[in-house]
């Protein structure tokens, strides 16, 4: 069966066949990384099916913020039951989509799981703060409420769990929402959201509480200018990040940002190697060197350098790579020649500056399609490529002497994602993780950058754009803080003891 045909068996068990009621603009051809081959094609958003969407978002926002919390938790333990019972199929449609290799398809599938439990719970939850009056019989109180319509903007490579993060939340908050997925990976948009939008209809609500929109930049930018959308949450790039929160920030709007990475772990000289090869090599080929945590420097100390290195490149000169539907492999393909051309020009730039370049070369006789051995770069110093996210796999690693510089250079980067530690040194640990350690927003300690758990807060600091999404309290960016002091008594005393009589 070609990949086309099995995407359309794929849609059509999932009910979302597209059609013309997702949009009425121009083709969009959506193409397979595995074999470059169409997968489908379907109709883009226009400007007119935008503001149809966002101004239906907007009307059932009216309603959704009357429901109870718990019910509304109702509606999304239905839409993660739904995707549970169909884990296989969305696992294999984000391969198929994303050229992620099978296990990790069906770990993005659990992670949508993962974090609708977790919202059901929060459902629960979405508590408020009684504070201590200064005045006598008056009562100090915090609540919060929904904001309205939020736009969700994503990334190619996590095409549902990122939906997931924020709709889970933004929906049992009390919010209705619009999507605009990535244009490389609409199919996986209109498969979630469409069992998003059979669990809200099942549990008697309007599906067109939970919106979803097609196109590139462009339907990306008329989210954002839309003066009912409340909230823009946006994973991308930091060059689209810097756009939206202009763009928001001239509209006094607010804008979530989950953006890029350049993440590096430290290699002590009690670190068990073992781990760090296994925990490295997770983390920097995994997704084919496509996740915003991937690893991308490695800050070792001179005294295990040379072995680290030699062991790494024994891995990568044996990984498993092609196909990623196939059990087998381990590093599917790039998502297109893009990727590819700045990978190469990252390691022309390292070459320039003394690199030793191991592996990074394409696999031709994948050809169309873009599959890479994995690139591990010996930098001399810390500079050029390796102060950049290159989104493709290539792990610089370099030589630090004390730890102090070893943090520094984990910190000298404009990016402020995700950063680990491996050692057996408490002090190092402790040092790491403490105020004057990673300026990251995640700083793990014997495990690699990647791989986070739904149940912490999600995001990072720097160019990374301050968002956090998920776990812990992420929820309250999805709600406003209303202040609300309330007078019991009979009199009107003022704060501070001020005193206004007007009556004489
Ligand atoms: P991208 O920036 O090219 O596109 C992301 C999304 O933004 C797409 O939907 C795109 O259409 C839209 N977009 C682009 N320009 C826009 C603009 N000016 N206004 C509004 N929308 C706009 O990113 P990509 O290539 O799809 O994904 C890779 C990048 O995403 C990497 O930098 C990666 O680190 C980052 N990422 C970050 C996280 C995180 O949680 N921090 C997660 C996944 C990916």
């Not at 296990?103 to 977790?118: A, I, P, R, S």
């Not at 309205?148 to 997931?164: E, T």
């Not at 993440?263 to 983390?283: H, T």
């Not at 720097?462 to 406003?480: I, L, N, Q």
Request: glycine letters at 10%; aromatic letters at 6%; charged letters at 20%.
């Amino acid at each position: 069966m070609s990949y086309a045909a099995e995407i359309a068996r794929i849609l059509q068990q999932l009910g979302v066949a597209p059609g013309a009621s997702h949009g009425s603009g121009e083709s969009l051809s959506v193409r397979t990384p595995i074999d470059a081959s169409v997968l489908a094609v379907l109709p883009a958003s226009t400007a007119a099916d935008l503001e149809l969407a966002i101004s239906r978002a907007a009307a059932h926002y009216a309603t959704w913020r009357d429901v109870p919390a718990p019910r509304r938790g109702a509606v999304v333990r239905r839409f993660g039951e739904l995707v549970r019972a169909h884990k296989a199929p969305l696992g294999r449609l984000i391969s198929l989509e994303t050229g992620k290799i099978a296990q990790e398809g069906l770990g993005e599938v659990q992670e949508v799981v993962d974090v609708c439990e977790f919202a059901v719970g929060l459902s629960r939850q979405l508590y408020g703060l009684t504070i201590a009056s200064e005045r006598p019989d008056h009562k100090l109180l915090e609540t919060w409420h929904p904001l309205g319509v939020v736009a969700v903007i994503s990334a190619f490579n996590f095409p549902m769990a990122v939906y997931a993060w924020n709709a889970a939340l933004a929906l049992v908050c009390g919010n209705t929402l619009v999507w605009k997925p990535s244009e490389k990976t609409p199919l996986c948009a209109l498969a979630l959201n469409g069992l998003l939008q059979t669990a809200l209809m099942e549990e008697g609500f309007d599906g067109a509480i939970a919106e979803v929109v097609f196109g590139d930049r462009t339907a990306g930018e008329a989210l954002v200018a839309h003066p009912a959308v409340r909230l823009v949450s946006a994973t991308g790039s930091t060059r689209m990040g810097r756009d939206v929160a202009m763009a928001c920030a001239a509209r006094f709007k607010r804008s979530l940002l989950e953006l890029g990475g350049n993440n590096a772990a430290i290699v002590c000289p009690s670190a068990d190697l073992e781990l760090v090869v296994r925990g490295a090599a997770f983390a920097a080929v995994g997704t084919a060197g496509q996740r915003c945590t991937t690893l991308r420097r490695l800050i070792v100390h001179r005294s295990v350098h040379a072995e680290l290195v030699q062991r790494l490149a024994a891995v990568y000169a044996r990984l498993p790579i092609g196909n990623p539907l196939e059990d087998s492999t381990l590093v599917g393909p790039l998502i297109d020649g893009h990727a590819f051309e700045s990978m190469q020009a990252a390691l022309a730039a390292a070459r320039a500056l003394g690199a030793t370049v191991h592996f990074g070369e394409r696999l031709a006789g994948l050809a169309p399609a873009w599959y890479v051995r994995p690139a591990l770069v010996e930098m001399p110093r810390q500079a050029g490529p390796m102060l950049e996210e290159t989104f493709a796999p290539i792990l610089y690693v370099t030589a630090y002497d004390s730890f102090e510089e070893a943090i520094a250079m984990n910190n000298a980067v404009p990016h402020g994602l995700s950063s680990a530690v491996f050692t057996r040194d408490l002090r190092e640990a402790e040092l790491f993780t403490s105020a004057r350690g990673s300026d990251c927003g995640i700083a793990n300690v014997n495990i690699g950058t990647s791989g986070a758990e739904i149940g912490g807060a999600f995001g990072g600091e720097k160019e990374t754009g301050g968002g956090r999404e998920s776990g812990s309290d992420a929820w309250k960016a999805y709600m406003r803080r209303a202040t609300n002091t309330i007078n019991y008594g009979s009199s009107l005393p003022l704060a501070q003891g001020i005193r206004f009589d007007v009556t004489g």
